[in-house]
């Protein structure tokens, strides 16, 4: 994690969210950068140069975007059992706020490559909310979830999708964001009241910022409670839109916009189970299209979708990966335990600054099934499937052997073609079926499938 959070007021009523500029570095190959955010990344200044007029060497910055991390019962319960495996206890239920938990398992294979992001952003789709842990279809997760998001090496935290309101007001969603700032890191969404829609998220990797907006489209039903000031940010409110956006692009180099948005189970993908038509998303796409964002990050479908460049107004490109799908679930069908972690290039060749090499690396959530624990045992919300091991793998690693005792066979449906039961030819399929080749890894092309 490379990371220089800007915090800078632009007139009166301008500002940056965010803190204290802070420097955080790793020691990756673009080095080291002072409180004033200058890079010592190699290249020679003025005054180390024998000419004084040396070209600066074009600087690249990695980017990682990861979708929906989704605290199910059947997570909760199997990070409590991870726990007591590993320290030799019995696993205690029964508050779930102050319980031990072990998240290691879920997250290990990919940790090495959040960490080594220069800037990396996840979707907490399931608020740290501070008060009882509650599950399905109100979620509360734990503190100790907020602080694996933290220990991994997430910067950017986005809070704005359908679960925001699940306290039946603002209070989790608050809880949130001051949890997560607490901890040093920024997110996103979250807006306290009128004058705070003002106040743009930027950071910066070297000598770029990049601003961060974020919009939904779904809030369950819920709102804000009576008398609170929270400004939900949907992506119906097409004035805040081009305000926040005229605003983020006159703060920074780059604006990257988080779009919770979509039919669950929404696929471009001839073989899905639910294959919807949602024209909804080219409407918001066309706004952000016009308005010349870089990037739009997608999400809450919980399955993969395709990914593209768009030419926009200014004849600029905008890449968009219209979702994720899941990084970590619960959830029982095989089609939403493929997932996607974004990557892309902040490039600055001498103050010309664009993103480019977008790829999705596809993921697989692997679980299987366990004991259930029953609603006596425990203070949780939310029924537990019994669901167990959760462990999240690269698709590259996965195997025929792990794809064929996955907990998710429980919902397999005789009635469904065999491209739909959860095989590693059928999850190669899907992945390919949707995302196209350019933006897949070499190892996923070549591997391909068997019809």
Not at 58 to 80: E, P, R, W
Not at 97 to 113: G, M, P, S, W
């Amino acid at each position: 994690m490379l990371l220089l959070v800007v915090a800078v007021t632009f007139g009166i009523a301008y500002g940056i969210r965010g803190g204290e500029i802070s420097s955080v570095s790793d020691g990756t190959s673009v080095g080291d950068f002072s409180a004033e955010g200058s890079s010592n990344s190699g290249v020679p200044s003025q005054d180390e140069s024998d000419e004084g007029s040396r070209i600066p060497e074009k600087q690249v910055y990695s980017f990682l975007a990861c979708g929906d991390n989704i605290m199910h019962t059947s997570v909760l319960f199997g990070a409590v059992e991870n726990y007591a495996e590993v320290n030799g206890t019995s696993p205690d239920y029964s508050s779930m706020k102050d319980a031990d938990y072990d998240f290691d398992r879920i997250y290990h294979n990919i940790e090495d490559i959040v960490a080594s992001a220069d800037l990396s952003y996840i979707n907490q789709e399931t608020l740290v909310g501070g008060g009882r842990v509650g599950s399905y279809p109100t979620f509360c997760s734990p503190d100790a979830i907020g602080e694996k998001v933290k220990e991994l090496g997430f910067d950017i935290v986005n809070l704005a999708h359908n679960h925001m309101f699940d306290s039946y007001n603002s209070d989790s969603l608050v809880y949130a964001d001051n949890f997560f700032r607490s901890h040093g890191l920024d997110t996103i969404g979250y807006i306290s009241d009128e004058d705070d829609s003002e106040n743009i998220t930027v950071v910066t990797v070297g000598d770029v910022k990049i601003a961060f907006l974020a919009y939904t489209e779904w809030l369950n039903g819920l709102s804000p409670a009576s008398g609170e000031t929270t400004v939900p940010p949907m992506l119906s409110d097409t004035e805040l839109i081009r305000r926040q956006v005229t605003l983020a692009k006159s703060m920074a180099d780059l604006v990257f916009v988080s779009c919770h948005w979509g039919a669950e189970d929404n696929s471009t993908a001839t073989d899905q189970v639910f294959d919807y038509n949602y024209p909804r998303n080219q409407q918001y796409v066309e706004l952000f299209l016009e308005l010349n964002v870089d990037v739009i990050i997608g999400m809450h479908s919980h399955v993969i979708e395709t990914c593209e460049w768009r030419t926009r107004a200014d004849g600029g490109r905008t890449f968009i990966a219209y979702s994720l799908g899941n990084l970590v679930s619960g959830m029982y069908w095989g089609r939403n335990m493929l997932g996607a972690m974004l990557t892309l290039d902040i490039v600055d060749d001498n103050g010309d600054i664009y993103v480019e090499n977008p790829k999705l690396i596809p993921t697989v959530m692997h679980y299987v099934k366990g004991n259930k624990v029953s609603s006596s045992q425990s203070d949780i919300t939310g029924a537990d499937t019994g669901f167990r091991k959760n462990e999240i793998f690269l698709l590259e690693d996965y195997t025929e052997e792990l794809a064929a005792a996955h907990g998710c066979h429980a919902k397999d449906d005789a009635s469904f073609s065999s491209s739909h039961r959860f095989t590693l030819n059928n999850l190669y399929k899907r992945v390919l079926n949707t995302i196209p080749e350019e933006f897949l890894p070499e190892s996923i092309v070549a591997h391909g499938y068997q019809d």
